[in-house]
């Protein structure tokens, strides 16, 4: 189990990794279906740039998620996500063997979830983070719940939030502010 007296700010502190679903998190949580039984996803640009800028920082990000979609594969190649764990039967197993792989410890760990199946990485984690549209359950357990609904930039603004906690976001702004073109 994680230290549960920690502030926000000295949660943020440690962070390094992101934990991330799918469903519900980087998508809206709708399932679609082509006629010809192709699963979609709509992800959000801004999760993207998100990313690709926690990345450039030298900070990590993983998938976790219970559905297994080719859509995911693709994208979490294009932001360079690795890990991806899909099919998990146990979200907490496959979180367990996350950490072990990867050597990181669970308080450098930010869980973003929604659901019921993601109960167990927000309860193990540094920073639990519920979606805005999360059920009642994942916020009950989140130490912080984005303004953003899953699929509509909230990974962007978890990045941001602990970025900012972490006094990285505002020097890298002005470093993009100051880049000629």
């Not at 197993?93 to 990181?104: F, I, S």
Request: hydrophobic share 45%; with cysteine.
């Amino acid at each position: 189990m994680v230290e549960t007296s920690k502030t926000l700010a000295e949660r943020c502190a440690g962070i390094e990794m992101l934990v991330l679903d799918v469903d519900g998190v980087l998508t809206d949580g709708s399932i679609i279906y082509s006629d010809a039984g192709m699963e979609l996803k709509k992800f959000h640009v801004r999760d993207g740039s998100g990313l690709k800028v926690w990345h450039k920082l030298g900070k990590r990000a993983a998938i976790i998620t219970g559905r297994s979609s080719r859509a995911v594969d693709i994208r979490a190649a294009e932001l360079e996500i690795a890990p991806v764990i899909q099919g998990a039967a146990s979200k907490f197993r496959a979180y367990r063997q996350l950490l072990e792989q990867t050597g990181v410890h669970p308080d450098q760990v930010c869980a973003v979830g929604d659901d019921l199946a993601d109960l167990p990485l927000l309860r193990n984690c540094g920073l639990a983070v519920a979606v805005a549209d999360a059920c009642g359950e994942a916020k009950a357990d989140a130490q912080h719940i984005t303004r953003a609904a899953g699929g509509k930039g909230a990974v962007r603004e978890v990045i941001e939030f602990i970025l900012g906690c972490q006094g990285l976001w505002r020097p890298l702004i002005e470093r993009l502010r100051e880049q000629p073109e």
